[in-house]
């Protein structure tokens, strides 16, 4: 006998996944203000400006999601929407290494697809990672990859026998 708990649905992952694209840059833009990375006119010279940017917003979201997705396979946006990470066999939370290494990956791609067309063929990327969730198990490309699958965490489990 085994427990199994719903599937999340499309509209509360988008939320959360919209909580979390507000938040991670917010802190990303206060730790860059905090560290001066883009203080004065010669940081842009070189392009390490972007690495240490990058390091940053990495930074960010290990600090507002790495103990979440650690310890219960959520970001604050999944925990404020009732919903998270797990195993497809819904038994277990994911490991942290994919939720970091595999799963996380196709959110920056999904930044920089926004921010230039010209990159046009890692821009649909994230477009092609949306689309699969409208399959019957609501699953994205990055889903599939990890082997997650996100479930209302809240709710209450039913019974398979």
Not at 54 to 67: D, Q, V
Not at 131 to 140: E, H, K, L, T
Request: proline fraction near 5%; charged fraction near 15%; glycine fraction near 6%.
């Amino acid at each position: 006998m085994s427990a199994s708990y719903p599937l999340a649905g499309r509209g509360r992952r988008l939320t959360a996944t919209l909580i979390d694209m507000l938040l991670v840059p917010l802190l990303s833009v206060l730790l860059i203000m905090l560290t001066d990375v883009l203080e004065d006119a010669e940081d842009y010279a070189n392009n390490q400006w972007a690495i240490w940017v990058l390091l940053l917003a990495i930074a960010s979201y290990l600090l507002l999601n790495g103990y979440g997705l650690w310890r219960h396979g959520q970001t604050l946006g999944k925990r404020i929407m009732g919903i998270a990470i797990v195993t497809t066999n819904h038994q277990t939370p994911a490991p942290l290494w994919k939720l970091i290494c595999l799963r996380a990956l196709f959110f920056p791609v999904l930044f920089l697809g926004l921010l230039s067309a010209a990159l046009s063929p890692l821009a649909l990327l994230p477009i092609l990672d949306q689309v699969f969730i409208f399959g019957n198990d609501r699953r994205c490309l990055h889903d599939y990859l990890s082997g997650t699958t996100v479930i209302r965490h809240n709710a209450t489990p039913s019974v398979n026998r």
